[in-house]
């Protein structure tokens, strides 16, 4: 700590006063150390497996205190074994159940979330809060963490695939503000992310290929050879082939995760605005809150990822063949490639929000070959019309139809 001083004036009799300019300076620098564990696990609801009693803190003998919040679904599927799982481990859960959709990522909920912890009455460091379900209500309940008393331990438990590889491995929570996603949030890491895939069972199939939009997008902006893997293995991917977890799939979301976490783990505050994380979400939040029908976050993730592949072929960081490579598997993977929202006027407005978030330059990530990635501050908005002709094109060609059309 630095002090710096000026002379003191004459005339004054009071015991301290505040010199003049430059007067008192103090430099405050701290660093807080952040460490948590993402295990990737099977029969993670099993008495047997002491996982999630460790979490907890929960020895099976001396009896220790949580709070539970659940997805509604999650509940009505797996709250009986989650419930006799606690009692096997004698822990004393408060349960919550929420729902966990994208409409009800909202700041009331995370209140919600808080006055549940009121009530029970949470001892402040040595109490844990567990959330079980989706992406969204792990970023509601990881934002009420970070906020009920400056931050109180917490553990995920994802329940969809794109919990598994995306929202639940990072830092971030957050919830929707105004037509804004995401615009009101916290870095807050869990304590313990445990991943299961038997959860992934009675995901549906959009939901899948939901995760699996971020699964692509690792693919494509870091590793070549997840790429060809879900290229060769994509059309038989499914809630029953990721939960049995064989060899093949336990490569691509292992992959999926160990790469995001990898680009992560240096930047976790985000200090460094470019990240390739980002990749597929420049376009899409403005996409994913005006679709009527509403989209999932892949479903706006895989739309904003056929435009930044077009974008690359304009550059020639891709070639046409790769490029079709990669909006094939896309589709492959059950995902849209366009919508009719996503005009080029949404894309423009889309790109200046994102400059605002990204301080003030675009920082577009974009492949540069396949598995890797570059980021580009001068994107027009000619190259985005000629971006979105691309892909029509494209899917005109897929559908046997003048893409021009569509």
């Known amino acids: 700590m630095t002090e710096t001083t000026a002379t003191r004036p004459t005339g004054l009799t009071t015991a301290f006063d505040i010199p003049r300019p430059p007067g008192l300076t103090w430099y405050v620098q701290a660093q ?41 679904v999650v509940d009505e599927l797996y709250g009986t074994a989650l419930r006799g799982y606690f009692t096997a481990w004698q822990t004393d859960v408060t349960w ?12 009331d909920q995370v209140v919600e979330v808080t006055r549940a912890m009121t009530r029970m009455g949470i001892l402040r460091r040595t109490e844990r809060v567990v959330v079980v379900g989706g992406g969204v209500l792990m970023d509601v309940v990881g934002m009420a963490a970070s906020l009920y008393r400056r931050g109180a331990p917490y553990v995920r438990v994802p329940t969809t695939l794109v919990g598994q590889v995306d929202a639940g491995v ?15 949030g916290t870095y807050f890491a869990p304590e313990a992310a445990l991943i299961d895939p038997e959860f992934l069972r009675t995901v549906p ?47 691509v979301v292992s992959r999926a995760i ?8 240096p930047n976790l505050w985000e ?47 891709l ?14 993977a059950g995902l849209p490639l366009t919508h009719p929202v996503f005009t080029a006027e949404l894309l423009q407005l889309g790109l200046a929000d994102a400059v605002k978030h990204r301080d003030g330059q675009q920082r577009l990530p974009l492949t540069d070959g396949i598995g890797s990635c570059v980021f580009v501050n001068d994107v027009t908005a000619a190259e985005l019309s000629r971006a979105l002709e691309f892909v029509h094109a494209y899917v005109g060609a897929a559908d046997g139809v003048d893409g021009s059309d569509r």
């Open 32 to 72: 807080q150390p952040v460490g948590y564990e993402v295990s990737l696990t099977r029969g993670l609801l099993n008495p047997a497996n002491p996982a999630l009693a460790k979490a907890v803190g929960a020895d099976g003998r001396s009896g220790v205190r949580a709070l539970v919040v659940v997805d509604r």
């Open 96 to 107: 919550l159940v929420m729902p966990g959709d994208e409409e009800t990522k909202t700041l």
């Open 170 to 184: 990072g830092v971030k929570t957050g919830v929707n503000h105004g037509t804004h996603k995401n615009r009101l």
């Open 205 to 251: 199939q959009r939901h899948i290929a939901n995760g699996l939009a971020e699964i692509i997008k690792m693919a494509l902006i870091k590793d070549a050879s997840l790429f060809k893997l879900l290229e060769e293995t994509v059309a038989h991917i499914s809630s029953d082939s990721l939960a049995d977890c064989g060899a093949a799939m336990s490569e």
């Open 258 to 265: 160990a790469g995001m976490l990898d680009e992560l783990e």
């Open 271 to 317: 200090g460094v605005l470019e990240r390739s994380v980002d990749y597929g979400h420049t376009f899409s939040p403005s996409l994913e809150l005006r679709a009527d029908p509403p989209l999932l976050h892949g479903e706006a993730v895989a739309v904003d990822m056929a435009v930044c592949v077009a974008l690359a072929a304009g550059r020639q960081y």
């Open 319 to 332: 070639t046409t063949e790769d490029a079709h490579r990669a909006l094939a598997l896309i589709a492959a």
